[in-house]
């Protein structure tokens, strides 16, 4: 764990001494019983799966230095966590807020907070509670907030959140598309919220059962091969016949809008072969790139967003 640490600090991100004493002191076997080697390498670790393919991870060790440092945690402090995240950044929060501390674990899977209230019944200081939706406000929530982090992708922070928010206290959480948003901090000064970027990422959504995988829609493989055509084109990966088919085949899909699926399955299976040959890329494109500044190989690692949650 000290040498992922240093390997982090070294890209150029800053590893605050409580936040690298929290992380050496804790064992990830008390929050997955997955294997975790990939966590040194810089990777999300999966806590959980659903019998669907829903899959909830504890983040990449870059992105959980990221929120603790934006976090400002200071001994004493009460912090409030949506998202679970296996336990693991509530039992790293409450270690560096010491006995003094308090930490509010919310999630809205009951199988998710079953498993993370085991893993953190020794932690006196966290109190783990299941909520009806990230929408609604949870039953006896305190009325002020300071701190609050939300490890799942949201389009906006919620109302109850914003009004509870007390002088300079603010929230960071993930805001945006479903596969991209910004994390963003945003601070309350007097009777304004003011918003701060702290780059792009991708995080899964809050709840596990929206993380299940959902078939494309007709528009939306069409607007996957458009990108795919684009890039061919750009690329020169193939020539004009290859083109013109691809654009036919999605002329063909955006008039099957309202198609039912099982139908949709038959006309992509049935033409399948135009695919087969350019199928590397379309992976490229529908898989996201991870950042992992802390891996062992230093130098292969993207520049670009840095993604928080993949599903193995």
Request: charged share 25%; aromatic share 6%; net charge negative.
């Amino acid at each position: 764990m000290s040498e992922l640490l240093n390997r982090i600090e070294e890209s150029g991100m800053i590893v605050p001494d409580d936040v690298r004493d929290a992380m050496c002191s804790l064992h990830l076997e008390q929050f997955t019983s997955y294997d975790y080697n990939c966590f040194f390498h810089d990777r999300p670790v999966v806590f959980m799966e659903t019998k669907n393919g829903g899959v909830k991870t504890i983040s990449a060790p870059h992105m959980i230095v990221t929120l603790l440092h934006q976090l400002e945690l200071k001994q004493g402090q009460e912090v409030l966590i949506l998202g679970s995240k296996g336990g693991y950044l509530a039992a790293l929060i409450a270690t560096i807020l010491g006995e003094q501390g308090r930490v509010l674990l919310l999630d809205p899977s009951e199988e998710i907070i079953r498993h993370t209230a085991k893993a953190l019944s020794g932690w006196p200081t966290i109190d783990v509670r299941t909520i009806e939706a990230v929408e609604v406000a949870p039953i006896e929530t305190p009325g002020d907030l300071n701190r609050i982090v939300v490890t799942g992708g949201i389009s906006e922070v919620p109302v109850w959140m914003k009004e509870r928010i007390i002088e300079n206290g603010f929230v960071i959480a993930p805001i945006g598309e479903e596969r991209n948003q910004e994390l963003m901090k945003i601070e309350r000064h007097g009777n304004e919220l003011h918003p701060t970027s702290l780059g792009p990422v991708s995080f899964g959504p809050v709840d596990i059962m929206e993380s299940e995988p959902k078939p494309l829609t007709a528009l939306e493989i069409v607007d996957l091969i458009e990108t795919l055509i684009e890039t061919c084109h750009d690329m020169e990966l193939c020539g004009p016949d290859d083109l013109h088919s691809l654009g036919e085949l999605a002329d063909q899909l955006r008039l099957m809008e309202h198609t039912e699926h099982d139908v949709l399955e038959e006309f992509i299976v049935e033409n399948m072969q135009q695919f087969v040959h350019l199928w590397p890329m379309i992976q490229l494109m529908l898989t996201p790139s991870l950042a992992r500044p802390g891996d062992i190989d230093g130098d292969d690692y993207p520049s670009g967003p840095t993604f928080d949650e993949f599903k193995p």
